[in-house]
């Protein structure tokens, strides 16, 4: 199917934080929230897709020496990139060659503007999500069947010898999760208890604040736990957590370290196991309930050594990569350097996902272990998240880290009847809180994307754009 791309514009929504989000070396209080809208030829046919994004400072680039004020012209410039080169691309004969172009053509700019790979794969992948959202809309498909009837025109083995002649649908899920396993995030600065909360930090919004009350309002059983990097409070407050997670879900319990890019060696982050793992309360809780440890090393140093699994190490964990996972040759290098998989975030690209759990259940059909996660960017509605959720259903991956309903406030920040239409189309993933704002509904730790499902890309209908301030840049 011939696609081109007539035009792109851009809206933007303020959004802050209910408290701070804390994931390494930033702390999150306030953000813009980008949509994209562009209006698509498919075949001689008008179809309009929308992307959208929370604009996140210090996960694209993780330089402690600039603020979000100074990161954020370049996150727009290559957003503005690749949506102007989408425009200048002209026709593609399927959607799969239109994606390669505008990759290969925005990594390349990126490289001679000495912009990150990461960074560049996130201005691509906005334009990537809203032309696939228009291009599901315009065959009247949701995006499970869009991917297992190929029309896409996905060719694997362009990218990949080793998957050369598997079509994605061979190996994904032929019918997508209708359910997913919530996995709740962890901040570094989030209370464990209510007895940590002082009364001037107390939020009356009706939502859980404290890990002990998500516990208890959602069921929760999977958790994300992130790690500072200083080993002393780093076992200190696992611990607390052993103790927490042991007595309020038992032996249920599912949990995943984020190790945040803290360290610069491998032989660090072995340091800092082995001492995990001489403490008796954490070697339990670890063998009981760790499912892997992400990024524990730096993205400039990840994909640069040896993982030594087998080199002195008691009991070693599965270990994967996340911010490392960059560009087209970031898993296959991972999986020489010694780990175990990646992770699937739509930031990263969707294309990129479904090449790389392509990739992974094909060496596990090959009796070669390999891990795929999902992960969060605080994906948030009206389009993000249900977009996200969309491609994970068809991964294949039982559970997935989901923060964004805990930092921010439900929907609160949508106008009135943009939360009206939410929870009209979307009745199984988002209900009424207290306060009479949608927020994301979580049943026995998991949430319902039936819905999700069944729209063209996981959103039934689009947001009112007129809703929000047009942005130019």
């Not at 960074?119 to 999500?129: I, K, M, Q, V």
């Not at 068809?394 to 920040?413: A, D, K, S, T």
């Not at 943009?418 to 009745?427: I, T, V, Y």
Request: aromatic share 8%; glycine share 6%.
């Amino acid at each position: 199917m011939r696609i081109n791309v007539r035009s792109v514009d851009f809206y933007r929504l303020p959004m802050t934080t209910r408290f701070p989000f804390c994931y390494g070396i930033a702390s999150m209080t306030a953000l813009p929230h980008l949509f994209v809208r562009v209006v698509l030829d498919v075949d001689g046919k008008e179809s309009v897709g929308m992307s959208a994004d929370g604009l996140p400072p210090k996960w694209f680039t993780k330089n402690p020496d600039t603020t979000f004020e100074e990161d954020l012209p370049d996150m727009l410039r290559v957003i503005r990139y690749a949506a102007d080169a989408a425009i200048d691309m002209g026709h593609s004969d399927t959607f799969f060659n239109w994606w390669y172009r505008l990759y290969e053509r925005q990594q390349q700019w990126a490289a001679t503007e000495n912009i990150p790979p990461l960074l560049s794969s996130f201005g691509a992948s906005l334009l990537e999500r809203a032309v696939l959202d228009a291009f599901c809309r315009a065959v009247e498909q949701p995006f499970h069947k869009v991917l297992n009837r190929n029309l896409l025109g996905v060719d694997a083995g362009r990218l990949r010898k080793n998957i050369a002649g598997v079509n994605p649908a061979d190996v994904l899920a032929v019918v997508p999760s209708d359910e997913l396993i919530a996995r709740h995030t962890i901040g570094l600065a989030d209370p464990l208890t209510d007895a940590e909360i002082s009364p001037q930090d107390r939020i009356d919004d009706g939502l859980p604040h404290s890990l002990e009350t998500i516990i208890r309002r959602y069921g929760i059983t999977h958790f994300k736990i992130k790690l500072t990097g200083n080993l002393e409070h780093d076992t200190n407050r696992l611990r607390q957590l052993a103790d927490i997670i042991g007595q309020q879900v038992g032996e249920k319990a599912r949990f995943t370290l984020d190790g945040n890019e803290n360290l610069l060696r491998i032989e660090d982050f072995q340091d800092h196991w082995n001492t995990y793992q001489a403490d008796p309360v954490l070697s339990t809780f670890f063998s009981a309930s760790l499912l892997f440890v992400e990024q524990p090393i730096h993205r400039d140093f990840a994909l640069s050594q040896k993982m030594r699994l087998d080199d002195g190490w008691t009991n070693p964990p599965s270990m994967i990569i996340d911010e490392s996972d960059a560009d087209l040759s970031s898993f296959p290098t991972a999986m020489s350097c010694g780990y175990a998989g990646t992770s699937h975030k739509n930031c990263k690209g969707v294309i990129k996902g479904i090449l790389n759990a392509t990739d992974i259940y094909h060496r596990q059909r090959h009796q070669q272990a390999t891990l795929l996660s999902a992960e969060d960017l605080a994906n948030v509605g009206p389009v993000a998240l249900l977009q996200d959720l969309a491609v994970t259903a068809c991964l294949g991956v039982g559970h997935v880290e989901r923060n964004g309903h805990h930092y921010f406030c439900g929907l609160n920040m949508l106008p009135r009847s943009e939360q009206e239409k939410a929870l009209r189309n979307h009745p199984d993933l988002y209900e009424v809180a207290e306060a009479g704002f949608p927020t994301l509904k979580i049943r026995n730790g998991r949430i319902q994307l039936g819905s999700v499902n069944a729209a063209p890309f996981g959103v039934t209908e689009h947001p009112d754009v007129g809703l929000f301030e047009p942005w130019s840049f």
